[in-house]
């Protein structure tokens, strides 16, 4: 790759810097030049412009600067996080990108909380449009008022090539829990269907308690091999979830009782397993639930179901973890991006009561609204 050469235009407030060989410089790394631009602007705090294959960048920047900052666009968006190769190419999967390496095969993750992550999800790099639009002469302001990739800012410094999502640590996920929020507050159109004509509604004291009834019978399913293998678990683990029977036991218990193929073992497991940590336990227990639920889609809508069961019944307290808790399983590949998009736009009374059910996926919504605008972005492409 040439080293970076820049030369210093006009004076006063028109004064900027030209990067006379953007393109070369671009075309080493295998990127289109407006994302190296944009993220010059975007480190730089500085107003960015591009036309005619003129890149300029508002005020003075040397070119030291510009190959630190540069060097900072290779660790993030080039090398590959495994070998450190830097023939790699961008990928866009489900609103989440990833550098995907031509020499080892590694998929590493780019942080998404980046502004440039923004701008790439929506310009693509063979987006045949994106490259049109970007030809023509284009400013946009950085650095100005605070935006929802500011609050992520602070710690997209350093090498970020192993970040994602579960990967960030606590200070990380509220950050990102903050971002998801403010996006989805942007969002308005986001609505929940209702589906009224599947619970009549009657209000009287005998039907709410009949329902209630009704629910406590379901808390565990009905099969004895369930009630079995949750009542084992719930009796390992009364004191502690960290009582509970290794992995590997829980499994062979599922087989002795021939419930292996069954989707309500994992709404039992999904109602026995977690306690407030679940967060955490998710990831512990991936390697046992993931063998279970095998990416089958009944599989994956009793999880979410024993989920909502055990924090809408047992553990409210859990309610505001839900996309928390939402983006864990979609982050880990537990459950696939449509089947929660289906439960959150969907209320049901199949596992709990409508209105706790309401209460859930409202608290969800910031969640869902999010993967819904990634979706539709990805869509666009
Ligand atoms: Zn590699």
Redesign the pocket.
């Known amino acids: 790759m040439p080293p970076i050469q820049s030369k210093v235009e006009g004076r006063g407030n028109g004064i900027k810097t030209v990067i006379v060989n953007l393109n070369e410089v671009a075309r080493a790394l295998g990127r289109p030049p407006t994302y190296v631009l944009k993220f010059f602007g975007y480190e730089l705090g500085a107003l960015t412009n591009e036309s005619q294959d003129r890149y300029l960048i508002n005020g003075v920047h040397e070119a030291g600067e510009l190959q630190d900052s540069l060097d900072g666009f290779i660790n993030k968006f080039v090398l590959?996080g495994?070998?450190k190769?830097p023939e790699t190419e961008i990928q866009i999967k489900k609103g989440l990108l990833q550098r995907d390496?031509k020499?080892?095969?590694?998929l590493s993750m780019i942080d998404i909380r980046h502004k440039l992550s923004t701008y790439i999800l929506k310009n693509p790099p063979s987006d045949k449009k994106g490259k049109k639009k970007s030809a023509t002469a284009t400013a946009n302001v950085v650095g100005g008022g605070k935006s929802i990739a500011d609050l992520a800012k602070n710690d997209s410094n350093g090498d970020s090539a192993n970040n994602s999502f579960a990967d960030a640590g606590d200070d990380d996920d509220d950050i990102l829990t903050k971002k998801i929020n403010a996006e989805a507050a942007a969002l308005a159109n986001a609505k929940i269907e209702v589906n009224d004509d599947d619970w009549a509604v009657d209000m009287s004291k005998e039907a709410i308690e009949a329902r209630a009834k009704e629910l406590d019978n379901l808390t565990l399913a009905e099969s004895d091999g369930y009630t079995q293998l949750g009542e084992w678990l719930l009796k390992e683990s009364k004191d502690s979830k960290d009582d509970l029977p290794s992995d590997i036991d829980i499994y062979k218990k599922i087989m002795e009782l021939e419930i292996l193929e069954n989707p309500e073992t994992v709404q039992v497991l999904a109602q026995t397993l977690f306690d407030d940590d679940v967060v955490e336990q998710i990831d512990e227990h991936l390697g046992l639930l993931k063998k279970l639920i095998k990416g089958e889609e009944e599989s994956e809508k009793a999880f979410l179901g024993g989920l909502e069961r055990y924090i809408g019944l047992e553990n409210q307290g859990l309610i505001e973890k839900v996309p928390k808790i939402l983006m864990t399983v979609y982050d880990k590949e537990l459950i696939s991006e449509e089947v929660i998009l289906n439960w959150g736009t969907k209320v049901s009374k199949k596992y709990v009561a409508k209105d706790i059910s309401k209460k859930v996926r409202k608290a969800a919504k910031p969640f869902i609204s999010w993967l819904q605008e990634a979706d539709e972005e990805s869509d666009e492409e």
């Open positions: 590959c495994s070998c190769n390496c020499a080892c095969g590694h």
